[in-house]
């Protein structure tokens, strides 16, 4: 929640630079824990079974 918080305050200071850093740490965090994330909350995630 931390990051939700900082990324409004950047956009609320229309500090661009902050907003696309902060975004983007966030984005990347997401991407390192998929997996766990995943597993922890499987309801959470679409899955396509062929």
């Avoid at 200071?13 to 965090?29: C, F, M, S």
């Amino acid at each position: 929640m931390n990051d939700h918080r900082v990324m409004l305050d950047a956009i609320t200071t229309k500090d661009k630079e902050k907003a696309k850093e902060i975004v983007e740490k966030h984005l990347n965090r997401y991407r390192l824990d998929q997996e766990e994330l995943i597993k922890a909350f499987p309801q959470y995630f679409e899955t396509t079974q062929q």
